[in-house]
T-cell receptor, first 113, second 110 residues
Framework: DAGVIQSPRHEVTEMGQEVTLRCKPI?????LFWYRQTMMRGLELLIY????????DSGMPEDRFSAKMPNASFSTLKIQPSEPRDSAVYFC???????????FGQGTRLTVV | RKEVEQDPGPFNVPEGATVAFNCTYS??????FFWYRQDCRKEPKLLMS???SGNEDGRFTAQLNRASQYISLLIRDSKLSDSATYLC???????????FGSGTQLTVLP
């Protein structure tokens, strides 16, 4: 079975550039989560969707970050403009429904120079 | 107070040892609890769910204490392959998304 698929796996970009991260959740899962992981702050929830609708985006650090889920099989996380402090591993995860176990993609390692 | 708190470790134990991790949570309305495992530079993976009655999966035992708001993970007869970071995960009460602890690092030594 295909798990959560994220692309790209690695991204190196210059400060000020736009970055788009992509995620395909597990088929049939209704909840999708974007997390960011750094050494300093651990795993932080950025935003979560249920049935393609954003439910809680309180973790999105600032207006430079935006996320969309146009359909049940695709989501994007966009950073515009990117800054060096955005360097982190970004994980997408999906679950069958809220409160159940989440399954993670392999992550996108973002480096902003 | 953090929503989910764990001892960061590191825990360095010899092969065959028994090791236990605890995790406390602040929201008394939390209903779902999990332990995840994360290997270096990999994604977190579900290790086991934690049920009110406690549950066991091979060498791993998870327990929940609602009164004191903590969950625990016990690993018996630890193996080298158990070396990883163990993440305590709790649902955020009525908001229903999962909140991760900062993780406890375990190294099993030969």
């Amino acid at each position: 079975d295909a798990g959560v698929i994220q692309s790209p796996r690695h991204e190196v970009t210059e400060m000020g550039q736009e970055v788009t991260l992509r995620c395909k959740p597990i088929s049939g899962h209704n909840s999708l989560f974007w997390y960011r992981q750094t050494m300093m702050r651990g795993l932080e929830l950025l935003i979560y969707f249920n049935n393609n609708v954003p439910i809680d985006d309180s973790g999105m650090p600032e207006d430079r970050f935006s996320a969309k889920m146009p359909n049940a099989s695709f989501s994007t996380l966009k950073i515009q403009p990117s800054e060096p402090r955005d360097s982190a591993v970004y994980f997408c995860a999906s679950s069958l429904k809220p409160n159940t176990e989440a399954f993670f993609g392999q992550g996108t390692r973002l480096t902003v120079v | 107070r953090k929503e989910v708190e764990q001892d960061p470790g590191p825990f360095n134990v010899p092969e065959g040892a028994t090791v236990a991790f605890n995790c406390t949570y602040s929201n008394s309305a939390s209903q779902s609890f999990f332990w995840y495992r994360q290997d270096c530079r990999k994604e977190p993976k579900l290790l086991m769910s934690v049920y009110s009655s406690g549950n066991e999966d091979g060498r791993f035992t998870a327990q929940l204490n609602r009164a004191s708001q903590y969950i625990s993970l016990l690993i018996r007869d630890s193996k080298l392959s158990d070396s990883a970071t163990y993440l305590c995960v709790v649902n955020k009460g009525s908001a229903r998304q999962l909140t991760f602890g900062s993780g406890t690092q375990l190294t099993v030594l030969p």
